[in-house]
């Protein structure tokens, strides 16, 4: 049971170009997240899903676009890499109960990024 | 706006009861404390939450204080794998806004 798996692990980047990290999940969760880290920091939330085909703004939601067409998978977009968005990012799911969830959310091991 | 409030960082020694106390007094009645922690820059990982009666897991414990406004998280027996930053969060109990902000946390350290 792999959980939730965050490909790449490590990217480097230059200014201006773009790239998607992929989150998948093998546990049928239907609410997906993703975070960002910066030294020092907590983690903070960009967006978030709670189902196939839908997603909202986070905390930090500017520079970055998400997709969820398949329920195992939740896609992070940067269409133009600027180097504040050098971080470590991080991909949750949870499950739902239907009425409000109190379920833990199951992370992955992160996508070091850096943007140069 | 700061929903918690931790100690940045503790030490325990190990083989002792590790307690972390999180005080979170504007908590509403439908919010949840959960605790996580990160070990290493690995993703968080969930360890236990409660709403107002005290939990235990095989992991830790986690007693509330009648009033809710604080809580603290025991690891009965401390390791050296212990040693990571922990995280309380308070979040609320609402279709589509099961969020969890977090905090800077508690970096505790086991002493062999």
């Known amino acids: 049971n792999a959980g939730v798996t965050q490909t790449p692990k490590f990217r480097v980047l230059k200014t201006g170009q773009s790239m998607t990290l992929l989150c998948a999940q093998d546990?049928?969760?239907?609410?997906m997240y993703w975070y960002r880290q910066d030294p020092g920091m907590g983690l903070r939330l960009i967006h978030y899903?709670?189902?196939?085909?839908?997603?909202a703004k986070g905390e930090v939601p500017d520079g970055y676009n998400v997709s969820r067409l398949k329920k195992q998978n939740f896609l992070l977009g940067l269409e133009s890499a600027a180097p504040s968005q050098t971080s470590v990012y991080f991909c949750?799911?949870?499950?739902?109960?239907?009425?409000?969830?109190?379920?833990?959310?199951?992370f992955g091991d992160g996508t070091r990024l850096s943007i140069l | 706006d700061a929903k918690t409030t931790q100690p940045p960082s503790m030490d325990c020694a190990e083989g002792r009861a590790a307690n972390l106390p999180c005080n979170h007094s504007?908590?509403?009645?439908?919010?949840?404390v959960y605790w996580y922690r990160q070990i290493h820059s690995q993703g968080p990982q969930y360890i236990i939450h409660?709403?107002?009666n005290n939990e235990t897991n095989e992991m830790a414990s986690l007693i509330i204080t009648e009033d809710r406004k604080s809580s603290t998280l025991i690891l009965p027996h401390a390791t050296l794998r212990d040693t990571a930053v922990y995280y309380c969060?308070?979040?609320?109990?609402?279709?589509?806004?099961?969020?969890?902000?977090f905090g800077t946390g508690t970096r505790l350290t086991i002493i062999p």
């Open positions: 949750a799911s949870s499950y739902s109960t239907g009425q409000g969830s109190n379920q833990p959310q199951h």
């Open positions: 546990m049928n969760h239907e609410y």
């Open positions: 899903s709670v189902g196939e085909g839908t997603t």
């Open positions: 504007t908590i509403s009645g439908n919010e949840y």
């Open positions: 409660g709403l107002k």
């Open positions: 969060i308070v979040s609320p109990f609402i279709f589509g806004n099961e969020k969890l902000t």
